[in-house]
């Protein structure tokens, strides 16, 4: 699919002096189109993602938070979780906070 998009950028040029900015240059409809391609995969992918998560029996390979113990932090997150590696089996794994917490450094 990438490489449609790309394709679709680079199959229509436009005079070399407007650069997008008459209404009708194929330019900027070809790069419009494009990033409209992106955003629609990209929700696509969110909402498969949503799928799996809502009916996991028909997903395979999916894993799922089931459950919460102990007291949460002041984010609301609780000090363990456990989490089923598939649906309907008859085990969970326990995770526990370990104190660290870890993300992008904005």
């Known amino acids: 699919m990438t490489d449609i998009v790309e394709r679709l950028r680079l199959m229509l040029a436009c005079d070399p002096g407007c650069e997008g900015r008459c209404h009708d240059c194929p330019t900027s409809v070809a790069s419009d189109a494009a990033n409209e391609i992106e955003r629609l995969r990209e929700k696509c992918t969110k909402q498969a993602m949503i799928l799996r998560r809502l009916n996991p029996e028909n ?48």
């Open 59 to 106: 997903f395979p390979d999916t894993y799922f938070i089931c459950g919460e113990m102990g007291e949460k932090d002041h984010n609301g997150m609780p000090a363990k979780i456990m989490v089923a590696p598939a649906y309907g089996v008859d085990f969970a794994y326990e995770y526990v906070y370990n104190g660290e917490v870890r993300g992008p450094e904005w």
